[in-house]
């Protein structure tokens, strides 16, 4: 049973990808401008938004399960929320199936939160799953976070519609927040101490708008006009698709050095009859001539990649392809998973699903190829000499952990603050992090 009253305190649970993570910030702090506040760590809250994720099955298992978890000794629970992902695809059979759960709010629609908040308290059950383009960003109250690093959504939704994935329902249709509100927007979170920041959008590098002289620009456009803020030293951007990799962004890569040596670039697959069958519109061999121009621009820029393995129809030659372009690549990092049938997606009904032992096989196979040339990457820059940005204390007395340019954690020691640029030697590289030895403050 529900307790049915104005909630005063509150938790925002946020999975899956960094969207979702700039989404649920966004959220705490409409909620926080609202007058209620954060529940502290172990605390009970009187409102919890479940912020979710829709890409693999297990992730919205979960949020039933998490639902669950919430129920109290006394058999109550908080004013349940749902809101992400599962809420925008599954939001009915949520209600349906979780009676504890008050409020169901799609991604696009979490800036009318106060208002279900309120229903809520006094007993309805509301769902609010529309897509008004472009209303809630403008809803929203200003940036309050306070971090070394910040988020920056610019770029909403998908129109590739590749067979396997439910961005393009969940997300909807893609869309480019204005130029001004991103200039603003990055303006105060840099004035709040932002040294760093990750550009974000479903295809980011899709990204297109006018700037302040009415100029239609691309990502590259915004990167530039960013690096022009005199606080901020970094500026990142995923997730991007091949084939809006445009050559004035990476031209960017070698003339804007705020601009990190670090590209997220999903290839998925190294076959090209399953990149058609995923509808990629592009081929492994478009894909490794992308990274070739891309590294012409920055030599030393690091690649990673999302893949899936276990497409439906995937044969053991297809699979020798994909850890073929791994071995071409080289990646820095990577992210591997096997095909989870999504319903509604047209992937989902294709013939000649493949088996969970043959999917585990060869995800096991993946990951170890993977995990060595990350290794081989980090190992490859020990001896180098550059700018760590401190992010957090480390386990030990007076250890600091930050992040190098191409996004690996390294530890140091000595007399740094949260938000410091601090001047390395990376001297040791363990599997998932770097030890470092701080020369100066950069
Ligand atoms: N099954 C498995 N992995 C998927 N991804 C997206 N949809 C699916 C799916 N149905 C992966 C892709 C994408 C990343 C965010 O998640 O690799 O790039
Ligand atoms: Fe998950 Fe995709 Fe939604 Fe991000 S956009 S939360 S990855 S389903």
Redesign the pocket.
Known sequence: MTKVSIPRTFRVKSFG?QMNVYDGERMAELLGEQGMAAAEEGDDADLVVLNTCH??EKAAEKVYSDIGRLKREDGTSPLIAVAGCVAQAEGEEIMARAKDVRMVVGPQAYHRLPDMIDRASKGERVTDTDMPADAKFGALPARRKRAPSAFLTVQEGCDKF?T????PYTRGAEISRPFADLIEEARRLVYQGAREITLLGQNVNAWDGEDAKGRKIGLDGLVRELAALPDLARIRYT?SHPNDMSDALIAAHGEVDKLMPYLHL?V?SGSDRVLAAMNRSHTAESYIRLIERVREARPDIAISG???VGFPGESEQDFADTLSIVDTIGYAAA????????PG?P?ATMEDQITREVMDDRLQRLQAALTRDSHAFNRATVGRTCDVLVERTGRREGQWLGKTPWLQSAYFTGDHAVGDLVRVELMDANPNSLSARVLQLA
Do not use: L
Not at 164 to 167: E, I, R
């Open positions: 990808c890409i693999r590749c396997y994935c439910v961005v997730t999903p998925q999302d893949f899936i992210f591997s998973f096997k095909y989870s049938p999504r997606t992937a």
